[in-house]
C-alpha cells in the first residue's frame, strides 16, 4: 500500500509563537499510504507541528510542500481544498449544529454531491453511533462521539492527508481502542495519516514509522517497531 | 524628609500662582482656553486610564460622571456659594480666599456625588464583562444626560447660565497634578499591584487573594471623582453648561485618549490628550474637511499602532536617559 | 401600538446586522448605525434618480430598495475589508475604537457629501388607509413596513439555517480556527455578513423614510444605539432574539411617548438595556454558547 513518493514534505520549518521559538527547524516526510506517528511530550511542539500544516500559524522560514506544491503561504481553507484536513485538538465539533450539519460542514469545499453522499455512507460504516444521532445537536454527544464525529466531519472533505491531534485525549480505555481501530481501516482505505499522540504506545502500535519531539526539535527518527523497542523511548514516553 | 516634601509642594503652589498671573496676561486668549481644555481632558483621560487601562474594565460612560460633577458643582455655587460669598469675605478677609474655599468645596462635592454614581455603576460590573460592562456604562452615561435635561432647576433643555467663572489656570493646573499623583501613586502601590492583576487574569487575581470586585469598584470610584472634577472646572470656566456636552460623543474622546495614548500609560494619557485636545484646532486649517480628517487620522493611527502611542510605556526623562545610556554601550 | 410594532420591526432589521456582525466578529460595530443612514440617502439619490417623486410605481419602489441595499452592502463590505480586517487579531478595543472611527468618518464625509441640512424624502408610495375599524387605523405604509421588514426577516433566518454559506457562518460564530478546518474561508464569511447586514439596515432605512421622510447625515446614530440595545435584549449573536429584542424596544418606545413624555423617549432604551444587563446579562433568548473569555 504504501508508495515511495512523498506526499508531504517538510524542510527545516521555523515557528515562532510570539517570542517563543516552537519549532526550531524540523524537518520529515509521509509516504503515501502511510501512518506516521509524531510522539513527546506536553509542549514539545506536537500540536504546532499540525497547527502550521493545516496554515492556522505561519511558519517564519522552512517549506512545507504537498504533492509537488509549497503548501506554506496558503490560508487554510486553500489547504483544505487541496486535501489536507485535520480533526483537531478537543474536537472543536460545532455544539449548536446538529451531527448531520457537522458533516456537511467538513464538506463544504466539495460541489460533487454523488461523492459526498458516498463518503457520508463511508463515515456512517465507519462510526455507526453517529448514524443514530444524526439529528440530535452535537454539544449533547459524548466525548467518544465527539471524537467520532470530529474525525469524521473531517473525513468527509476526502482528504489525501488525515491530520489526527490527539484523538485519545480524555477518553476511556475501552473507546481509546476503537478510535485506534477506526484509525487503522481509514488507512487501509487509502488516507495517509499524520498522527499526533500522547499515548506513544497506542500510536506506535498502529504506526508504519514514527518521529520523537522534544522542545521543538526532532531527536530520533526510526519504523514505529524499532520506536516501541527503543530503550530511551521506552523510558521516556512508555512508562519504562 | 517630610520637610523638604513640604518645602517642594510650596514651590509648586508658588510656580502656579506665578503661572496664573503671567500666562492669562502674555497669551491670546484663544490659546489659554485650549490650554484650559488641554488640563481638563488630562484630568479625564488619566482618570479614565484607572479604570480602562490599569483595571482592563471598559467605561464608556466617563461624560456621564463628568456631567454629574459639573452640574452638581455649579448648582452648589449657583444657587448657595454666591451668597455665601460676603458673609465668608468677613470671616477670611479676602474675598478671593472665600470664592477658593467655596469652589473647591463646589468640587469636591461633585466629585464626591460623581464617585457615588461610580459606586452605583461599579457594582454591575460586578456582573459584567467586556462588551456587556461597555454597554452598561455607555446607558448609564446617556440616562444621566436624558434625566439633567428633564431637571428645571438647572436649566433643562435651555441650558445651565450663569455660573460663576471660578476656573482659572491654577487650579486646573492643580487638580491636574493632584490627579496625576493620585492615581501614580495608587498604581505603584500594592493596590496598584492589585488593580494591574485584575486586567492581566482575574481568575488567578481572585485564587492569590486579591478581592478583585474591590479593586474593580475602587477604581470606577476614584476614575470618577475624577471625572466629576473635571466636570466642576469645565462648567466654572465655560459658565454655561449644556447636556450636549456630555453625550456619548464625549466619552468616546476621552476613550480615544486613553487608547492612543496607551492603555496603562499614565504619561501616554497625558500626551494623547493634549495630542488630541490641539488636533482639531490645527485641523481647522482644512475647514468642512476637519472632522473628517479627525476620524481618518484615528482610524489610520488605530490601523498602525494598535497597542497606543506609547503601549504599557511610561516615558519620563528617566527613559531618555535610558535611551542615550543604551547608545553609549552600543557606541562602546 | 402598531406604531410600535413598525418601529419594532424597523429596530429589528438594524438589530439583525449588529447581531450578525457581533456573531462573526465578537465586534460591536458602531459604523452600523452609519451605514443606515447612507441607506437612506442612497435611497434619496435612487429616487432623483429614477425620477420617481413625480409618478411612482410600484416597480420604482422596488428598484429603490434594491438600488439602495445594494450600495450599502458594498459599502459594508468596504468597511470591513479596509478597516475591520486588518485588525483581525488586535485587542477588541482596538478594533471597537477603529469602528468608532468609521461611524465618525461616515457621519462626517456625510455631512460634507448630502449637507448637514435635512432633506425630504420624496413619498415613492402614497399614503392610503387601509383599515380603519374600531379605533385601529392602518395604513397601507404601516402594512409596507411590517411586511417587508417580516419577509426579510424570515428569509434571513432560512437562509443561515437553510443553505450552506448560513451554516457557515454559524460555524464561524462558534469557532473561527475549526470552521477554516472545514475549508470554510472566514474571510469571505465575514464579508458576506456585513454585506448582508449592511443590506438590511439600508432596507429598514427605506422603510423608515416612508412613514418619517426628514433624513439627515446624524439621522443614524439614535436609531443605532437602540438598534443595539435591541439586540443585546434579545441576546447579542442570536437571530430570533434580535428581532423580539426589536419589537419590544419599539412598542416600548411608543407607549413611554403615549403615557410619560416625549423628552423620556431616549431614556427608556437605556433604561431597558440596563435593567436586562443586571437581570439576564445572555438577553432573552440567551446568547451563544461559543463564547469564550
Avoid at chain 1, 448514524?131 to 454539544?139: D, L
Avoid at chain 1, 484523538?167 to 481501530?181: E, W
Amino acid at each position: 500500500m504504501i508508495e515511495n513518493s512523498n506526499l508531504l514534505e517538510i524542510d527545516s520549518l521555523n515557528v515562532y509563537y510570539g517570542a517563543i521559538h516552537a519549532l526550531k527547524g524540523i524537518s520529515f516526510h509521509i509516504k503515501k499510504g502511510e501512518i506516521v506517528t509524531l510522539i513527546g511530550a506536553n509542549g514539545a511542539g506536537k500540536s504546532t507541528t499540525i497547527n502550521t500544516i493545516s496554515g492556522l500559524l505561519k511558519p517564519k522560514s522552512g517549506a512545507i510542500t504537498f504533492g509537488e506544491k509549497r503548501i506554506d503561504r496558503l490560508l487554510p481553507h486553500k489547504i483544505v481544498e487541496m486535501g489536507i484536513s485535520q480533526a483537531p485538538e478537543g474536537r472543536k465539533i460545532f455544539p449548536n449544529l446538529s451531527t448531520l450539519e457537522n458533516l456537511e460542514l467538513g464538506a463544504y469545499c466539495r460541489k460533487d454531491k454523488e461523492g459526498i453522499k458516498r463518503d457520508l455512507e463511508r463515515v456512517f460504516t465507519l462510526f455507526p453511533r453517529l448514524k443514530e444521532r444524526v439529528k440530535q445537536n452535537a454539544g449533547t454527544l459524548s466525548g467518544g462521539e465527539q471524537q467520532m464525529l470530529s474525525m469524521g466531519r473531517a473525513l468527509m472533505s476526502h482528504p489525501k492527508l488525515l491530520l489526527l491531534d490527539e484523538p485519545s485525549l480524555g477518553l476511556a480505555p475501552i473507546l481509546v481502542k476503537s478510535i485506534f481501530n477506526a484509525i487503522l481501516e481509514i488507512n487501509q482505505q487509502g488516507t495517509t495519516i499524520l498522527l499526533v499522540e500522547q499515548n506513544a504506545h497506542m500510536a506506535l502500535q498502529i504506526a508504519h514509522r514514527g518521529y520523537v519531539l522534544e522542545t521543538g526539535r526532532i531527536v530520533l527518527e526510526d519504523a514505529a517497531s524499532n520506536l516501541l523497542n527503543n530503550p530511551q523511548v521506552k523510558e521516556a514516553y512508555l512508562g519504562g | 524628609m517630610q520637610f523638604k516634601k513640604i518645602i517642594f509642594i510650596i514651590l509648586v503652589l508658588g510656580f502656579l500662582l506665578l503661572v496664573n498671573y503671567y500666562v492669562p496676561r502674555r497669551m491670546n486668549p484663544y490659546l489659554f482656553q485650549i490650554l484650559i481644555l488641554i488640563g481638563i481632558n488630562i484630568i479625564l483621560a488619566v482618570s479614565l486610564n484607572l479604570i480602562n487601562g490599569f483595571t482592563g474594565q471598559f467605561s464608556i460612560g466617563h461624560a456621564g460622571f463628568m456631567a454629574i460633577g459639573g452640574y452638581t458643582s455649579a448648582f452648589f455655587t449657583f444657587y448657595f456659594g454666591r451668597n455665601l460669598v460676603p458673609s465668608l469675605t468677613s470671616i477670611l478677609l479676602f474675598p478671593w480666599l472665600a470664592k477658593s474655599v467655596i469652589f473647591v468645596s463646589a468640587l469636591i462635592l461633585g466629585g464626591t456625588l460623581a464617585a457615588l454614581a461610580g459606586l452605583i455603576v461599579g457594582i454591575p460590573s460586578l456582573r459584567l464583562k467586556g462588551d456587556y460592562l461597555a454597554i452598561a456604562t455607555l446607558g448609564f452615561g446617556e440616562i444621566i444626560r436624558v434625566l439633567i435635561l428633564n431637571i428645571d432647576a438647572v436649566g433643562g433643555a435651555r441650558g445651565f447660565a450663569d455660573i460663576p467663572g471660578y476656573t482659572n489656570l491654577f487650579w486646573v493646573l492643580f487638580f491636574m497634578l493632584v490627579t496625576v499623583v493620585v492615581i501614580r501613586n495608587l498604581i505603584n502601590s500594592t493596590h496598584g499591584r492589585a488593580f494591574l492583576s485584575v486586567r492581566e487574569d482575574e481568575v488567578a487575581a481572585e485564587a492569590m487573594g486579591i478581592n478583585t470586585t474591590y479593586y474593580k469598584v475602587y477604581a470606577f470610584v476614584i476614575g470618577a471623582f475624577f471625572a466629576g472634577i473635571a466636570g466642576g472646572l469645565f462648567g466654572h470656566y465655560l459658565m454655561y453648561l449644556h447636556t450636549n456636552s456630555f453625550t456619548f460623543m464625549r466619552s468616546i474622546e476621552i476613550i480615544i485618549m486613553v487608547v492612543l495614548g496607551g492603555m496603562g500609560s499614565i504619561t501616554g494619557s497625558i500626551l494623547a490628550a493634549i495630542i488630541f485636545t490641539i488636533l482639531p484646532e490645527f485641523l481647522r486649517v482644512v475647514k468642512d474637511y476637519r472632522m473628517v480628517m479627525y476620524s481618518l487620522i484615528l482610524i489610520i493611527l488605530m490601523l498602525t499602532r494598535p497597542q497606543g502611542i506609547f503601549g504599557l510605556k511610561e516615558f519620563s526623562l528617566l527613559t531618555i536617559r535610558n535611551i542615550f545610556v543604551r547608545k553609549e554601550q552600543v557606541a562602546k | 401600538m402598531i406604531n410600535g410594532i413598525a418601529w419594532g420591526s424597523i429596530y429589528a432589521l438594524i438589530a439583525l446586522g449588529y447581531t450578525m456582525v457581533y456573531g462573526v466578529l465578537r465586534l460591536i460595530n458602531f459604523a452600523h448605525g452609519d451605514v443606515y443612514m447612507v441607506g437612506a440617502f442612497a435611497g434619496f439619490y435612487a429616487v432623483k434618480w429614477l425620477g420617481l417623486a413625480q409618478e411612482p410605481t410600484i416597480f420604482g419602489a422596488v428598484a429603490v430598495f434594491l438600488l439602495s441595499m445594494g450600495c450599502c452592502g458594498i459599502l459594508g463590505f468596504v468597511i470591513e475589508r479596509g478597516a475591520y480586517k486588518p485588525l483581525r487579531k488586535a485587542p477588541r478595543l482596538t478594533a471597537l475604537i477603529t469602528a468608532i472611527g468609521v461611524s465618525l468618518f461616515l457621519e462626517n464625509a456625510g455631512q460634507l457629501i448630502f449637507g448637514a441640512d435635512p432633506k425630504f424624502f420624496p413619498q415613492i408610495i402614497a399614503k392610503k388607509d387601509v383599515i380603519s375599524s374600531g379605533g385601529i387605523i392602518l395604513t397601507n405604509q404601516q402594512v409596507i413596513v411590517l411586511g417587508v421588514s417580516l419577509l426579510l426577516m424570515v428569509s434571513l433566518q432560512l437562509f443561515v439555517l437553510k443553505t450552506k454559506t448560513g451554516k457557515a457562518m454559524r460555524a464561524v460564530s462558534f469557532n473561527r480556527e475549526a470552521a477554516s478546518l472545514m475549508g470554510i474561508s472566514v474571510d469571505r464569511i465575514i464579508s458576506i455578513t456585513f454585506v448582508l447586514g449592511s443590506a438590511l439596515a439600508a432596507a429598514a432605512a427605506i422603510l423608515v423614510a416612508l412613514t418619517n421622510p426628514k433624513i439627515e447625515p446624524l439621522m443614524g446614530i439614535m436609531p443605532g444605539i437602540k438598534a443595539f440595545v435591541a439586540a443585546v435584549l434579545g441576546g447579542i449573536g442570536n437571530i430570533p432574539g434580535a428581532m423580539l429584542g426589536g419589537m419590544i424596544m419599539g412598542i416600548a418606545e411608543v407607549m413611554v411617548v403615549g403615557y410619560l413624555s416625549s423628552t423620556y423617549r431616549d431614556a427608556i432604551a437605556f433604561a431597558i438595556l440596563i435593567l436586562i444587563l443586571l437581570f439576564k446579562p445572555s438577553g432573552l433568548l440567551g446568547g451563544f454558547t461559543g463564547e469564550k473569555a
